[in-house]
C-alpha cells in the first residue's frame, strides 16, 4: 500500500510539472524559427539543439498527460472493484441448489449454521465446523449460506484455489491495473508475476470489500473456506495463513471465517497453532443421521420398509453409506450381497491402514479396538499412547477406520460398517477380551455422534 501511494505521489509530480512547463515549450515554437543565409555556420547546432529540445518536451509534457490518465483510469478502475466486491458480499455467493430428491431435512443443524453465519457487530472469533465424510456437511453448509457470505469450495486440485476464491468473489484479478496493462493483457501478455499466487491477490481484494461491507452494514462479512482438509496435506502453509489471517480479521471484527472440514488433521493442526486463540471452542462437529432420521430416509425417499431396518444395522445413520445401501437394495441387490460388500469395503481400508495381519499397526490397531469395543469412544490422549511417535499416530488416524471428534477431543470407529467388519472377523482383533462372531454387540454402538 505504501508503495502504490509513493508511485501516486511520483505521477502527481510529474504531472504538475510538466504541465507548467508545457506552455514554454508552446511559446518557444509559436514563432517561426529563420536561419538567415547570412548567419555564421556556427550557430546551426545551437538552433538544432533548441528544436530537439523543443520536441523532447512535448514529448514528454504528453507522456506526463497519458501516464497522469492512466494512473487516473487504475484508480477509477479500483474504486469500481471495491464497489463489485461489496455488491458480491451483500448478495452472497450462491451455491448450486440442493436437491430435493434424496434430502432429509435438519432443521436444527441449518438454524445453528445461519446463527453463525450472521455474527454480531463486534464478533472476535471465528468457527471450525466438522464431520466424517458422508455426513451431510457440504450440503447443510449451503443450505445456510445467504447475503453477506462468501462461499469458497477449496478444489480437489489445490493449484486452482484461487480461481475459485477469484470465482467466489466475482472477482476478475484486476486491482489497481492501469490502461496500458489492459492493453499488454489483450495484446496476449498475461505474466504479471503473480499469477501462481491468486489466492493471496483474492484474499487481499475480500478484506478490502469487507472492510467498506463492514462500513456500510456496521457488521463484519462472513467468508467459508469448505473442504479445506485438501489444504492440509499438499499445502499445509496456505491454510496456515487463512488461519492467522482469519485470527487478525476476527480481532479486528472485519471478517469472520468459517472453516469445514471432513478430517480431524485440520482441527488438530489448527488447534496447535497459536492463532487457535480466536477460534470458537469446541468446533461445531456435525454427525451422522440419528436412527429416526435414518428410517425416515430409507421409507420417504426410497419406499424401504421391510428391510430398513436390516440396513440401518449394517450402516447406521452415515448417509452416504445409508444412500449407497439403499440404492443397491433398490436396485436388486440382495441384503447378503450388500453385507459382502460392506465387508470387502472395510477390507480396503484396513489394508491401506496396515491392520491387518503382519502388517506394520496390527497389534497397536487390536489394543485400540479393543478399547473402544470396551468404552465406545476412548480420549485422544489415551489413543495416542499407543503409538511410538505422532506421526505414526496421525497416520493411522488420517485413514478411514478410526474418526476423531474435535468437540470431544475423543477416538471412535470411523463408522458402524467398520465395526461390523471387526465383528465379522473377530479372531483376528479381538482375541484379547474373548469375543467371537456370535457375540452381539450392536453395530451402532459406536455412534457417537449427534445430529
Known amino acids: 500500500m505504501k508503495l502504490a501511494n509513493r508511485k501516486k505521489n511520483i505521477f502527481i509530480f510529474i504531472f504538475i510539472f510538466l504541465t507548467l512547463h508545457f506552455p514554454l515549450y508552446v511559446h518557444f515554437f509559436s514563432g517561426p524559427i529563420t536561419i538567415s543565409l547570412s548567419s555564421r555556420i556556427t550557430e546551426l547546432p545551437y538552433y538544432i539543439a533548441s528544436a530537439v529540445l523543443g520536441i523532447i518536451g512535448i514529448l514528454i509534457a504528453l507522456l506526463g498527460f497519458f501516464c497522469s490518465g492512466d494512473l487516473f483510469y487504475a484508480c477509477c478502475r479500483n474504486k469500481y472493484n471495491v464497489y463489485r466486491l461489496v455488491k458480491a458480499i451483500e448478495k452472497g455467493t450462491r451455491p448450486k441448489n440442493v436437491s430435493d430428491d434424496k434430502f432429509i431435512p435438519r432443521p436444527l443443524i441449518v438454524k445453528h449454521l445461519k446463527k453463525i453465519f450472521q455474527p454480531d457487530s463486534g464478533q472476535s472469533f471465528y468457527h471450525v465446523v466438522c464431520g466424517e465424510h458422508g455426513s451431510g456437511k457440504t450440503t447443510l453448509v449451503r443450505l445456510a449460506v445467504g447475503g453477506g457470505i462468501i462461499y469458497v469450495d477449496v478444489p480437489s486440485d489445490v493449484e486452482d484455489f484461487g480461481v475459485a476464491f477469484g470465482k467466489a468473489l466475482n472477482f476478475t484479478f484486476e486491482e489497481r491495473i492501469s490502461f496500458t496493462q489492459q492493453l499488454a493483457r489483450k495484446s496476449g501478455n498475461t505474466s504479471n508475476g503473480y499469477d501462481n499466487q491468486l489466492w493471496k491477490r483474492a484474499l487481499k481484494a475480500f478484506k478490502r470489500g469487507a472492510e467498506s461491507y463492514k462500513a456500510k452494514h456496521s457488521k463484519p462479512a462472513v467468508i467459508v473456506y469448505d473442504n479445506v482438509s485438501r489444504l492440509v496435506h499438499k499445502n499445509p502453509e496456505i491454510l496456515d495463513i487463512l488461519q492467522d489471517d482469519a485470527k487478525d480479521n476476527a480481532d479486528e471484527c472485519i471478517y469472520i471465517a468459517v472453516f469445514v472440514s471432513s478430517e480431524g488433521a485440520v482441527p488438530r493442526r489448527m488447534k496447535s497453532r497459536s492463532s487457535w486463540s480466536r477460534a470458537e471452542n ?62 470387502l469395503d472395510a477390507y480396503g481400508k484396513f489394508n491401506s491402514t496396515k491392520l491387518l495381519r503382519k502388517q506394520k499397526y496390527h497389534n497397536v490397531g487390536k489394543h485400540i479396538i479393543n478399547a473402544l469395543l470396551s468404552s465406545k469412544e476412548i480420549d485422544f490422549d489415551l489413543y495416542r499412547e499407543f503409538f511410538a511417535n505422532d506421526e505414526e499416530c496421525s497416520e493411522v488416524l488420517e485413514a478411514n477406520v478410526f474418526a476423531f471428534h474435535p468437540s470431544r477431543n475423543t477416538v471412535s470407529f470411523q463408522s458402524p460398517s467398520i465395526e461390523y467388519y471387526i465383528r465379522k472377523n473377530s479372531d483376528v482383533f479381538v482375541d484379547l477380551v474373548g469375543l467371537t462372531p456370535d457375540n452381539e454387540f450392536s453395530s451402532n454402538s459406536a455412534s457417537t455422534s449427534k445430529s
Open 282 to 343: 469446541p468446533p461445531m462437529e456435525i454427525g451422522d443421521f440419528n436412527k429416526e432420521e435414518s428410517m425416515k430416509f430409507l421409507t420417504e425417499k426410497y419406499k424401504i420398509t421391510e428391510e430398513a431396518e436390516k440396513l440401518y444395522e449394517l450402516v447406521g445413520g452415515r448417509i452416504l453409506e445409508l444412500k449407497a445401501a439403499a440404492y443397491n437394495f433398490s436396485s436388486g441387490t440382495s441384503i447378503e450381497d450388500i453385507k459382502k460388500k460392506i465387508l
